[in-house]
């Protein structure tokens, strides 16, 4: 079958690279795709949101599944395009339709389905321009760190937490009047603040049954330690050393089938990934908030521990046959890092050459920035690459992932060392 991609990130190049190895899979196009995606399938220079240029692509090449990697076109209702058109309703769109994506497009959206179907959640309140002041004094009814979020997409960094009460305000003031993250923060939701250790939880949903896929853990600060500016991920861990059996059947039980029973019961029409953040407290998972895709480092991580073949997933998805799927999962661990343009995530350059890709040995190069230029492979973004390996646990895994890093090129590369050191 011909299958269209959406996306040009090092998901998409890690969705890319499992799919085509399906014998399902006959022809793969990715827009706009990378570097990356280009050595293995097509690439086509348009965006992942332009909805007529998908439309014209589908019916000239015969396209038969559309996988969306983004957040953006889900938000934007791409899969209502489809539905709602007659030339395209037959085509299957792995992701959730637009009233589904809006647990991602908007934090008070997805604080609200929490609470009405019980899952457990921090106690939150939202803002907006109007309320600003209110918003301030419900600050001093928290306990220091206070959450911020953008209550739209900003990209991984509508998010702050801060220590002082006159800073918060301050912040709140900045995103609401000030426009901080623009349209993003035009709404803010504060949140109580959880003290605990993150993870990833994601689930694949044809709406009626699911398949929890492997865990994982990103790491979304600049700086070593944990410090500096949120990121989009600098790194991922899976499976993540300290979820036990115990602490899955809660994340299943209180958080898992509530929230697909909720898609159920709210009418919310959803097939595709459902990507759970949640923190640790004191062994009690607690959800932090929902996204509508898979994760970014976390896919590079993820993706390569599954054994099953990824377009026949995505068709038991389509055809609402899930439960009779075998997922299988490769027992060894899989770590990512993640290689960014100096600057990142503030000011960066681009177009710088890349070199050394025919060095690395035991681990799997995936393209996030980067483009073809003069026959040149160059940056084209603010992480560019993200360098994956297995290993029988972590450490082993996390040694190759180094190792190889230090094979690769560019002017001004910029990466983590202690992706994972939280963990031994």
């Known amino acids: 079958m011909n299958i269209l991609l959406l996306g040009s990130g090092g998901r998409e190049h890690a969705f890319a690279w499992k799919m ?14 990378n570097a990356g995606t280009a050595a293995i399938a097509t690439n086509l220079d348009f965006s992942a949101t332009d909805f007529d240029a998908i439309k014209a692509l589908v019916i000239k090449e015969n396209i038969e599944m559309v996988v ?52 457990p959640t921090a106690a939150y309140d939202s803002f907006t321009a109007e309320t600003v002041e209110k918003g301030c004094e419900f600050l001093t009814t928290l306990q220091p760190p206070y959450v911020l979020k953008a209550d739209g997409l900003a990209a991984g960094k509508g998010v702050l937490i801060i220590q002082d009460l006159a800073e918060a305000q301050e912040e709140l003031r900045n995103m609401l009047v000030g426009q901080k993250f623009g349209a993003a923060s035009s709404k803010v939701v504060i949140e109580e603040f959880l003290d605990g250790i993150e993870l990833s939880c994601f689930v694949l949903t044809d709406g009626k049954s699911y398949k929890i896929l492997p865990t994982a853990k990103d790491y979304k600060r600049i700086g070593e330690g944990d410090t500096g500016l949120n990121t989009g991920g600098m790194g991922a861990v899976s499976p993540v050393p300290y979820v036990d059996a115990v602490l899955m059947e809660k994340i299943e039980t209180r958080i898992v089938k509530p929230t ?24 009690e998972p607690i959800v932090i908030e929902y996204n509508v895709r898979m994760g970014d480092p976390e896919t590079e991580v993820v993706i390569p521990r599954m054994k099953s073949d990824l377009v026949e997933l995505f068709l038991a998805v389509a055809n609402e046959k899930l439960d009779e799927f075998e997922l299988e999962i490769d027992e060894r661990s899989a770590t990512t890092v993640v290689v960014v343009s100096g600057g990142y995530p503030e000011d960066f350059e681009k177009g710088k050459v890349i070199s050394g890709f025919e060095n690395v040995e035991n681990s799997i190069v995936f393209h996030a920035g980067t483009k073809l230029n003069n026959g040149n492979i160059v940056s084209n973004g603010g992480r560019v690459l993200t360098v994956t390996s297995y290993g029988d646990n972590f450490e082993e895994a996390i040694k190759k992932s180094y190792q190889n890093i230090d094979k690769l090129h560019f002017d001004k590369m910029y990466f983590r060392k202690d992706i994972g050191n939280d963990l031994k």
């Open 20 to 33: 085509v190895q399906s014998p399902l899979c006959d022809t793969l196009f990715v827009a706009p795709g």
């Open 68 to 119: 969306v990697g983004p957040e953006d076109p889900l938000v934007k209702g791409i899969y209502d395009f489809f539905k709602n058109d007659h030339d395209l309703k037959d085509i299957p769109v792995i992701g959730p339709s637009q009233l589904g994506a809006t647990l991602e497009g908007s934090k008070e959206f997805a604080k609200e389905f929490l609470m009405k179907h019980k899952i």
């Open 260 to 283: 697909i029973e909720g898609f159920q019961k709210d009418g919310i029409e959803y097939k595709g990934f459902v990507f759970i953040g949640l923190i640790n407290v004191k062994n």
